[in-house]
Structure formats: C-alpha cells, structure tokens
C-alpha cells in the first residue's frame, strides 16, 4: 500500500509547490554603462487567473561599490566581511540606513512610475522586465521585483538583481572589460 501512496504524495507535493507563485530575476548582478539602456530581467509563474500586480523598488547600496567595482575597497569592509562571510556590508544594512523608493508598478497594461522617476524613461515591459532608457548615476544599487496576486499567496513573491552603472572612461581606465570586475 505505501508503494501507492507514496508516489501520489510526491506528485500531490510538487504540484502544489509547482502552482505557488514564483518570481525569478536570471541575472543577479549587472554592469552598465551611464547613459545607455538597460532591462533588468524578472520572470514570473502563477496559478492565478487573476491580473498580477508587477512592482520593482530601488534600494541604494549601503556603502559605495565604487572603489570596490575598480579593485579598491575599504579595509574595514574587508576586515568585516571577512569574520562574517555571509554578510555583505554593500547590501546588507536596514532599509533606514538607505535611499528606498518604488521605482514602477504595472497593474493590467497601466504602468505607474515612482515619484523620483516621472519623466524618465522606465516602463515595465514583457509582464515583468524594467526597462530604462538612460541610466544615471544614482541608478546603481539593488532593484526588487516583487509580484502579488490576489489569490496566490504561496510561493516566492519577490527577487533581486543589483546594478552597478558605470561611465564608459571608468570602464577604459580601471578594467578593459565588464567582465573582470571583482563581486563579493
């Protein structure tokens, strides 16, 4: 009997883990260029027949990447990341410690921007991409994509990717390619 069971739990198991809705961000750290375009990337899955609400926030970096994006970082950033490895003193700080703000929200085909983002550029393309038409400088930090549904609660609601926006000199200067640039 537990040969028949088992395997309709299983299967009971994954389909319920499977309808949950799930939000996934493919790229978690990108490099771009100031001034040029940019889709940060968010996918998500729902059992819902209901519209989602699509939403993505900025939080600002905790301290300066900077330095560290052209292989210089502090020493005590370094000496504390080193006793905790978990922690990262660029992205983990409280929400009070930092600039948070939303940056646009898409309900149905309506895309509402941020107070700090009207007349930019930004709109939210294939259900859950961010696009944004010039970057500036102050765009570097942590972008959340975060769906909600009214009849799907289970799940991952939210994920993150963090953008650090570069001029095309620094770029020349420090690093003759993106993808030498050092992440901890």
Same mark, same amino acid.
């Given at each position: 009997?537990?040969?028949?069971? &088992?395997?309709?739990? @299983?299967?009971?198991? =994954?389909?319920?883990? @499977?309808?949950?809705?799930?939000? +996934?961000? /493919?790229?978690?750290?990108?490099? @771009?260029?100031?001034? #040029?375009?940019?889709?940060?990337? *968010?996918?998500?899955?729902?059992?819902?027949?209901?519209?989602? $609400?699509?939403?993505?926030?900025?939080?600002?970096? *905790?301290?300066?990447?900077?330095?560290?994006?052209?292989? $210089?970082?502090?020493?005590? @950033? #370094?000496?504390?990341?080193?006793?905790?490895?978990?922690?990262?003193?660029? &992205?983990? *700080? =409280?929400?009070?410690?930092?600039?948070?703000?939303?940056?646009?929200?898409?309900?149905?085909?309506? $895309? +509402?921007?941020?107070?700090?983002?009207?007349?930019?550029?930004?709109?939210?393309?294939?259900?859950?991409?961010?696009?944004?038409?010039?970057?500036?400088?102050?765009?570097?930090? &942590?972008?959340?994509?975060?769906?909600?549904? /009214?009849?799907?609660?289970?799940?991952?609601? !939210?994920?993150?990717? !963090? =953008?650090? $926006?570069?001029?095309?000199?620094? &770029? #020349?200067?420090?690093?003759?390619?993106?993808?030498?640039?050092?992440?901890?």
């Amino acid at each position: 009997m537990d040969r028949v069971v &088992l395997p309709w739990i @299983a299967l009971f198991w =994954l389909t319920a883990m @499977a309808e949950g809705l799930q939000v +996934t961000v /493919p790229d978690k750290k990108k490099v @771009a260029l100031l001034f #040029q375009p940019t889709v940060l990337r *968010c996918h998500f899955s729902t059992s819902s027949q209901q519209p989602a $609400v699509v939403q993505w926030k900025f939080k600002s970096y *905790c301290q300066d990447r900077m330095g560290e994006s052209l292989g $210089v970082s502090s020493p005590r @950033a #370094q000496s504390l990341s080193k006793r905790n490895l978990e922690w990262d003193p660029y &992205l983990d *700080c =409280l929400d009070s410690r930092r600039t948070v703000r939303v940056v646009a929200s898409k309900q149905g085909s309506a $895309v +509402t921007l941020g107070d700090f983002y009207r007349g930019r550029e930004i709109t939210i393309v294939h259900d859950a991409d961010l696009q944004i038409g010039k970057l500036m400088w102050g765009d570097s930090g &942590l972008y959340y994509c975060i769906v909600t549904t /009214p009849d799907d609660l289970e799940g991952k609601n !939210e994920d993150s990717v !963090e =953008l650090l $926006v570069l001029d095309s000199i620094t &770029l #020349q200067v420090s690093r003759p390619h993106v993808k030498d640039f050092k992440w901890s």
